[in-house]
């Protein structure tokens, strides 16, 4: 059990499919200086493909973690190929039954830094038919910390996109 974290910073809250959350992830994408680490589970929303490509084309550095299940199938409308093939470190999770985590780690090593998590997957169905949260916690630096080395956590024990496509028949 990890020891407590101090409420700091700031909470933006949105709900499907009433407030958009992908507006507001979007928008904390596209503020973001150094670094994004995404976990995904299931990705189709091209629009925040589209935007993670413009951030690395702008010199962030971006890394996606995603779940195995959601990528061994090929017609489900997923972006991480679309990623990968753009130059974007991706990663598969293969150690777990699901791999569910919805996260993305916006600048975690600096003041600015953002975490954004809640139930919302990163599809048009969590956008526009689902209820879903989305919750964008800004500027706790432990948070921050504590999400990273989770995150890491994870990588250490994923396997790189391109060696899980050539594993996969």
């Given at each position: 059990?990890?020891d407590?974290?101090?409420?700091?910073?700031?909470?933006?809250?949105?709900?499907?499919?009433?407030?958009?959350?992908?507006?507001?992830?979007?928008?904390?994408?596209?503020?973001?200086?150094?670094?994004?680490?995404?976990?995904?589970?299931?990705?189709?929303?091209?629009?925040?493909?589209?935007?993670?490509?413009?951030?690395?084309?702008?010199?962030?550095h971006v890394?996606v973690?995603?779940?195995?299940?959601?990528?061994r199938r090929?017609?489900?409308?997923?972006?991480?190929?679309?990623?990968?093939?753009?130059?974007?470190?991706?990663?598969?999770?293969?150690?777990?039954?699901?791999?569910?985590?919805?996260?993305?780690?916006?600048?975690?090593q600096?003041?600015?830094?953002?975490?954004?998590?809640?139930?919302?997957?990163?599809?048009?169905?969590?956008?526009?038919?689902?209820?879903?949260?989305?919750?964008?916690?800004?500027g706790?630096?432990?948070?921050?910390?504590?999400?990273?080395?989770?995150?890491?956590?994870?990588?250490?024990?994923?396997?790189?996109?391109?060696?899980?496509?050539?594993?996969?028949?």
């Amino acid at each position: 059990v990890r020891d407590t974290i101090a409420a700091t910073g700031s909470v933006e809250v949105a709900f499907s499919p009433w407030d958009d959350p992908q507006a507001a992830l979007l928008r904390a994408v596209d503020g973001a200086r150094r670094e994004i680490y995404v976990q995904s589970y299931l990705f189709t929303s091209r629009a925040l493909a589209f935007s993670l490509q413009q951030a690395k084309q702008r010199g962030v550095h971006v890394e996606v973690l995603a779940d195995a299940g959601m990528n061994r199938r090929r017609d489900n409308g997923s972006q991480i190929p679309l990623l990968a093939s753009s130059g974007i470190a991706v990663a598969i999770e293969t150690a777990y039954a699901n791999a569910h985590n919805k996260v993305i780690l916006i600048d975690p090593q600096t003041e600015h830094c953002a975490v954004v998590t809640g139930s919302y997957n990163f599809t048009w169905s969590a956008r526009n038919r689902n209820a879903e949260n989305l919750l964008i916690l800004r500027g706790n630096r432990q948070l921050a910390a504590a999400y990273l080395d989770n995150w890491k956590r994870h990588r250490a024990q994923a396997v790189p996109y391109e060696q899980f496509r050539k594993q996969e028949p």
